[in-house]
């Protein structure tokens, strides 16, 4: 009897253990299909990248013919287009939405504390480039002659040129934050370009370049086109240059940031009468973003499409990659010390959080802007993954995702300060500390000065390059890698403007509860008598849903002096 009892309870103590391991597998199983779910879209993503890798290397042996290309990279253009389309509404949305919510000494206390960490953090990345350049070198003077020979065969040499000066910069970004129109501003942007005195047909602000006289534009691939002009004369001409003020296409974001942010500080200053105006902007980022929830599904097909045509229309891949390899590799090196030292220890400083697990959070916007080179194209995608996955205030992030979209550039920072030595060291330039202490700072303000566009940093470059003295003409080799140097970068911008908003949340914690108590109170203040209506038994209901009217009685104590 004892025996068989024995045997019953081993049987019992079996199927328990079978019961055990079963719920155990299944809570295995379940666990890694909800990291699948929670993650798919960035797997999908990561896919459309490797895709788009591996399409572009295996027919670039297929010599396709220029229509094919462009099929290639249409459902990119599409793509790119669609993302572009909601930059403007969700700047101003986020931007107008964001700033009201908050009283105006907050709006001050936030935007001083962004714009110090740009500062520091575009410093601090000029700084690790200059450096890293000094040590590693990648400038080889014996390079420079075959480099030009082989990637310049289709470019006139520059003989003489005249680029804008970083005052120049400066002043067109004063220019651009304090627009005159600003429906102009949604439109063209200013900038200065010098033109000679001597040319015909120039009246105001209007210039005309004749054939016969014009100066041949110099550039070697097509997305450097673009942004980047240089005019060629001839050395045996005098020319005196003047310098004009034109508009050229492009959204000025500044200049709207500049106003929605005004407008919006000053919105949420005259009390319940703006209120609708308020719920009008956030029901537009709202819509918005569904609208981003979309567009991601999209994105495998637009990511892999964008990296398999800029893959096919490189001419020469393997070259460019072989000559210019310790500069790629002095700028790659920057980015990942600063992605995976500087900024996580600047987020475990300030927070006392795993910043690996914040990091992690952001991998499909940083995906993004890898296959797009532009942190604004990016930006919608960003707005969701900050909001939603790392569940950052979404009124720090309205606040400081646009404004750090258009003026902290770190990765250009960086590509400026090693791009800069690297052409000193390919002329065979000695730089003495004070030319290397204003390749820092001209890095520094010129970065800060940056359009939020594709190889927007060539220009930048020129300044840089003119403030030492260093060749101009020598600029251009990097035109034929900045299609893949200016994806690396632009994921330094990406991720500083995320980490900013961390760590200004964190700092501004104690003035949002404070915040939070004044909204607290705005609203009851705007439920008052004239919001409500008499209901059939003639008591007050009110006119907004999902709103309770607290009646409080407050009583005066009355003085007996």
Same mark, same amino acid.
């Given at each position: 009897?004892?025996?068989?009892?024995?045997?019953f309870?081993k049987?019992?103590?079996?199927?328990?253990s079978?019961?055990?391991t079963?719920l155990k597998?299944?809570d295995h199983r379940?666990?890694?299909s909800?990291?699948?779910?929670?993650?798919k879209?960035?797997?999908?993503?990561l896919?459309?990248?490797l895709?788009g890798?591996?399409?572009g290397f295996?027919?670039? =042996?297929l010599?396709?013919?220029s229509?094919s290309?462009?099929?290639i990279a249409y459902?990119?253009?599409?793509?790119?287009?669609?993302l572009k389309?909601?930059?403007?509404?969700?700047v101003i949305?986020?931007?107008?939405?964001?700033s009201s919510?908050?009283?105006?000494?907050l709006?001050?206390k936030?935007?001083? &504390?962004?714009?110090?960490?740009?500062?520091?953090t575009?410093?601090?990345?000029a700084?690790?480039? +200059?450096?890293?350049?000094?040590i590693i070198h990648p400038?080889?003077p014996?390079a %420079?002659?075959a480099?030009? +020979?082989?990637?310049l065969?289709d470019?006139?040499?520059l003989?003489k040129? *005249?680029? #804008?000066?970083?005052m120049?910069?400066?002043?067109d970004?004063? &220019?651009?934050?304090?627009?005159?129109?600003?429906?102009?501003a949604?439109?063209q942007?200013?900038?200065?370009v010098?033109?000679?005195?001597?040319l015909?047909g120039?009246v105001?602000?209007?210039?005309?370049?004749s054939?016969?006289?014009? =100066?041949?534009?110099?550039?070697s691939s097509?997305?450097?086109s673009?942004?980047v002009n240089?005019m060629?004369?001839? !050395? %045996?001409?005098?020319v005196e240059?003047?310098?004009i003020?034109?508009y050229r296409?492009g959204?000025?974001?500044l200049?709207?940031?500049f106003?929605?942010?005004v407008f919006g500080?000053l919105l949420?200053?005259?009390?319940r009468k703006?209120?609708?105006?308020?719920?009008?902007?956030s !029901?537009i980022?709202d819509?918005?973003?569904?609208?981003v929830?979309?567009?991601?599904?999209?994105? =495998?097909?637009?990511?892999s499409?964008?990296?398999?045509? *800029?893959?096919?229309s490189v001419?020469d891949v393997?070259f460019?990659?072989t000559?210019?390899?310790?500069f790629?590799?002095t700028i790659a090196l920057?980015?990942?010390?600063y992605?995976?030292?500087i900024l996580?220890?600047?987020?475990?400083?300030f927070?006392r959080?795993?910043p690996?697990?914040f990091?992690?959070?952001?991998?499909?916007?940083?995906?993004?802007?890898f296959a797009t080179?532009?942190t604004a194209?990016a930006? =919608?995608?960003?707005?969701?993954?900050?909001?939603? &996955?790392?569940?950052i205030?979404s009124?720090i992030?309205?606040?400081?995702?646009p404004i750090?979209?258009n003026?902290n550039?770190d990765?250009t !920072?960086?590509?400026?300060?090693?791009?800069?030595?690297?052409?000193a060291?390919?002329?065979n330039?000695?730089l003495?500390?004070?030319q290397?202490v204003?390749?820092?700072l001209?890095s520094? !303000?010129?970065?800060?000065s940056?359009?939020?566009?594709?190889?927007?940093?060539l220009?930048?470059?020129?300044?840089?390059?003119?403030?030492i003295?260093?060749?101009i003409?020598?600029?251009?080799?990097?035109f034929a890698?900045d299609?893949?140097?200016? &994806?690396?970068?632009t994921?330094?911008n990406?991720l500083?403007d995320?980490?900013?908003?961390?760590?200004v949340?964190?700092?501004?914690r104690?003035?949002? *509860?404070?915040?939070?108590?004044?909204?607290?109170y705005?609203d009851?203040?705007?439920?008052?008598d004239d919001?409500?209506?008499?209901?059939v038994?003639? *008591?007050?209901?009110?006119?907004?849903p999902?709103?309770?009217?607290l009646?409080?009685? #407050?009583?005066t104590?009355v003085s007996n002096?």
């Amino acid at each position: 009897m004892a025996q068989s009892q024995q045997s019953f309870l081993k049987q019992e103590a079996g199927q328990l253990s079978r019961e055990d391991t079963l719920l155990k597998m299944a809570d295995h199983r379940s666990s890694w299909s909800r990291v699948l779910a929670d993650n798919k879209l960035i797997l999908i993503t990561l896919s459309g990248v490797l895709l788009g890798v591996i399409i572009g290397f295996t027919f670039r =042996p297929l010599g396709l013919s220029s229509d094919s290309l462009m099929l290639i990279a249409y459902p990119g253009e599409l793509f790119m287009r669609v993302l572009k389309l909601m930059i403007l509404p969700l700047v101003i949305a986020s931007l107008i939405s964001g700033s009201s919510s908050l009283n105006a000494k907050l709006n001050g206390k936030i935007a001083l &504390r962004t714009f110090v960490y740009f500062l520091t953090t575009s410093l601090l990345n000029a700084i690790l480039g +200059t450096t890293l350049a000094l040590i590693i070198h990648p400038g080889n003077p014996t390079a %420079e002659s075959a480099a030009h +020979t082989e990637l310049l065969r289709d470019t006139a040499p520059l003989n003489k040129a *005249k680029t #804008v000066s970083l005052m120049d910069s400066v002043l067109d970004l004063g &220019r651009n934050i304090f627009p005159d129109n600003i429906f102009q501003a949604a439109l063209q942007q200013a900038h200065t370009v010098y033109v000679p005195k001597e040319l015909p047909g120039m009246v105001g602000n209007d210039t005309e370049l004749s054939h016969t006289s014009a =100066p041949v534009m110099a550039s070697s691939s097509a997305s450097a086109s673009s942004s980047v002009n240089l005019m060629e004369w001839s !050395a %045996e001409q005098n020319v005196e240059w003047i310098r004009i003020v034109e508009y050229r296409s492009g959204t000025n974001s500044l200049g709207i940031v500049f106003f929605c942010l005004v407008f919006g500080t000053l919105l949420g200053t005259i009390g319940r009468k703006g209120y609708v105006v308020v719920q009008f902007f956030s !029901a537009i980022f709202d819509v918005i973003m569904k609208m981003v929830t979309g567009v991601m599904w999209l994105t =495998p097909i637009g990511i892999s499409s964008v990296i398999a045509g *800029k893959i096919l229309s490189v001419d020469d891949v393997g070259f460019v990659m072989t000559q210019l390899a310790w500069f790629i590799f002095t700028i790659a090196l920057g980015v990942f010390l600063y992605q995976w030292i500087i900024l996580q220890a600047i987020y475990f400083v300030f927070l006392r959080k795993n910043p690996f697990r914040f990091y992690l959070g952001l991998v499909q916007p940083i995906l993004t802007g890898f296959a797009t080179a532009s942190t604004a194209a990016a930006l =919608p995608l960003t707005f969701r993954c900050m909001n939603e &996955r790392l569940k950052i205030d979404s009124r720090i992030t309205r606040f400081v995702l646009p404004i750090g979209c258009n003026i902290n550039m770190d990765g250009t !920072a960086l590509f400026i300060a090693v791009a800069s030595i690297f052409i000193a060291q390919m002329s065979n330039m000695s730089l003495n500390v004070g030319q290397v202490v204003t390749v820092v700072l001209t890095s520094t !303000a010129a970065s800060m000065s940056s359009a939020s566009i594709p190889s927007a940093a060539l220009v930048l470059l020129l300044i840089a390059l003119s403030a030492i003295d260093a060749p101009i003409n020598n600029a251009t080799l990097l035109f034929a890698i900045d299609w893949f140097v200016d &994806r690396i970068r632009t994921t330094n911008n990406l991720l500083g403007d995320c980490y900013a908003a961390a760590v200004v949340e964190h700092l501004s914690r104690n003035e949002l *509860k404070i915040s939070d108590i004044d909204a607290y109170y705005k609203d009851d203040d705007i439920t008052s008598d004239d919001q409500c209506e008499q209901d059939v038994n003639g *008591k007050r209901k009110l006119s907004f849903p999902n709103s309770v009217i607290l009646n409080v009685e #407050v009583s005066t104590p009355v003085s007996n002096t």
